[in-house]
Nanobody, 126 residues
Framework: QLQLVESGGGLVMPGGSLRLSCTASGSRVDYYNIGWFRQAPGKEREGVACISSSRGSINYADSVKGRFTISRDNPKNTVYLQMNSLKPEDTAIYYC???????????????????WGQGTQVTVSS
């Protein structure tokens, strides 16, 4: 049974950076598509970035392209989300999610993932 734990959230000023970590236990992270999602108060959960289990194909939401980078460290069994040039509208709880299987691509839809972490708060404010 895969378990996911997010960390690295916090308070940052606009224009700043944070790196979120999603550390997996119970199985190898490269056996799964891994996605990062976020949910702001009063809004639906939205996909931010994902990386596929096979080939490491990556997709980003248009709102974060050029600012966020997803990466995977197999020896550490961890997927990262490097967030640069943060904006107040990036404020949300950030979740990582997983779907077991061998996939060449990943889709940024919450319904495509079946294991979720507890989330970490990111607040961008001056």
């Amino acid at each position: 049974q895969l378990q996911l734990v997010e960390s690295g959230g916090g308070l940052v000023m606009p224009g700043g950076s944070l790196r979120l970590s999603c550390t997996a236990s119970g199985s190898r992270v490269d056996y799964y598509n891994i996605g990062w999602f976020r949910q702001a108060p009063g809004k639906e959960r939205e996909g931010v970035a994902c990386i596929s289990s096979s080939r490491g194909s990556i997709n980003y939401a248009d709102s974060v392209k050029g600012r966020f980078t997803i990466s995977r460290d197999n020896p550490k069994n961890t997927v990262y989300l490097q967030m640069n040039s943060l904006k107040p509208e990036d404020t949300a709880i950030y979740y990582c999610a997983a779907l077991r299987g061998i996939f060449r691509t990943c889709v940024l839809s919450a319904s495509n993932f079946d294991s979720w972490g507890q989330g970490t708060q990111v607040t961008v404010s001056s």
